[in-house]
């Protein structure tokens, strides 16, 4: 399973503490279960004059610790988001085709920058579904088209993000009725939906897991189940993460079905928290 990251501020700030400094940062998540490394590369967004930025690697971020840090402190902005891929293949494809630097994660269009964990067990179908915004796929991460799904939702459509995460799930739904007979290794169209999303003014957290899954524990501390991501917000600042950081901050569950926005308004960071 991948790890995911975002932050939103107040004025421009650096994300060094949860991605570099604390026990549980998402480099240290990255290797600190040798069953579990996140060895298929890596990736920070952030916006830059309001101008969305990415920095990415298709190598292990456990072997590029002064690149990556150079890229944290390159990301000082009111907006970050990170991502650290362990790359899934639902189309059983030699492992080499899988690593890239198109691969990698965040993906990025216009002003919206995105990043997922989970896999999309259908991704073929995905594509052939989305038409004409098919063609933007670029690489063989399934995440990919869960973007461009939402993306074309949000333009061609005009849907908000809670819209078209609805949509998508609902498409899933019926792609999975239609050819559900062509994959007999799968019981289901997708095994986890959780992202970090940000359209350059607001910071998205979305959590959409199977219940199954959530019996497995969460990398560093092993306190809370797997693929429940976990958020803090103050007055400055709001910051979500696959998994708690550390001990000291009061973080909160984000639990599946449950989507976290959070803006800037009169200089606080404001919350909301719906169901999808």
């Given at each position: 399973?991948?790890?995911?990251?975002?932050?939103?501020?107040?004025?421009?700030?650096?994300?060094?503490?949860?991605?570099?400094?604390?026990?549980?940062?998402?480099?240290?998540?990255?290797?600190?279960?040798?069953?579990?490394?996140?060895?298929?590369?890596?990736?920070?967004?952030?916006?830059?004059?309001?101008?969305?930025?990415?920095?990415?690697?298709?190598?292990?971020?456990?072997?590029?610790?002064?690149?990556?840090?150079?890229?944290?402190?390159?990301?000082?902005?009111?907006?970050?988001?990170?991502?650290?891929?362990?790359?899934?293949?639902?189309?059983?494809?030699?492992?080499?085709?899988?690593?890239?630097?198109?691969?990698?994660?965040?993906?990025?269009?216009?002003?919206?920058?995105?990043?997922?964990?989970?896999?999309?067990?259908?991704?073929?179908?995905?594509?052939?579904?989305?038409?004409?915004?098919?063609?933007?796929?670029?690489?063989?991460?399934?995440?990919?088209?869960?973007?461009?799904?939402?993306?074309?939702?949000?333009?061609?459509?005009?849907?908000?993000?809670?819209?078209?995460?609805?949509?998508?799930?609902?498409?899933?739904?019926?792609?999975?009725?239609?050819?559900?007979?062509?994959?007999?290794?799968?019981?289901?169209?997708?095994?986890?939906?959780?992202?970090?999303?940000?359209?350059?003014?607001?910071?998205?957290?979305?959590?959409?897991?199977?219940?199954?899954?959530?019996?497995?524990?969460?990398?560093?501390?092993?306190?809370?189940?797997?693929?429940?991501?976990?958020?803090?917000?103050s007055p400055n600042?709001l910051v979500v993460?696959?998994?708690?950081?550390n001990r000291e901050?009061?973080?909160?569950?984000?639990?599946?079905?449950?989507?976290?926005?959070?803006?800037?308004?009169?200089?606080?960071?404001?919350?909301?928290?719906?169901?999808?």
């Amino acid at each position: 399973m991948c790890r995911l990251f975002g932050m939103l501020s107040v004025e421009p700030s650096t994300a060094r503490k949860y991605l570099l400094e604390d026990p549980c940062s998402l480099y240290a998540q990255s290797k600190v279960d040798p069953k579990s490394l996140q060895s298929d590369g890596w990736g920070v967004g952030f916006y830059l004059n309001g101008a969305p930025r990415l920095i990415k690697s298709e190598k292990p971020v456990y072997t590029e610790y002064e690149r990556f840090a150079s890229a944290v402190e390159a990301a000082r902005s009111k907006i970050v988001l990170a991502h650290i891929r362990r790359a899934s293949n639902p189309r059983g494809l030699p492992k080499e085709r899988l690593i890239s630097i198109e691969n990698s994660q965040p993906f990025t269009y216009g002003r919206y920058i995105f990043a997922h964990n989970g896999a999309i067990l259908i991704p073929d179908e995905v594509i052939a579904y989305l038409g004409e915004w098919g063609s933007k796929v670029r690489g063989l991460n399934d995440s990919e088209v869960y973007f461009w799904f939402l993306v074309r939702e949000m333009e061609e459509h005009k849907a908000t993000l809670p819209e078209a995460l609805k949509s998508f799930q609902r498409a899933l739904s019926s792609l999975w009725e239609e050819h559900r007979e062509d994959h007999p290794n799968f019981n289901r169209p997708y095994r986890g939906l959780n992202l970090v999303f940000s359209d350059g003014e607001r910071l998205y957290a979305y959590a959409k897991y199977e219940d199954g899954k959530a019996a497995s524990k969460s990398l560093c501390f092993k306190d809370q189940p797997a693929l429940q991501m976990s958020y803090i917000t103050s007055p400055n600042r709001l910051v979500v993460s696959s998994e708690k950081t550390n001990r000291e901050d009061p973080w909160r569950p984000l639990r599946s079905g449950e989507l976290l926005t959070g803006w800037v308004s009169e200089g606080r960071v404001l919350t909301s928290i719906e169901r999808v």
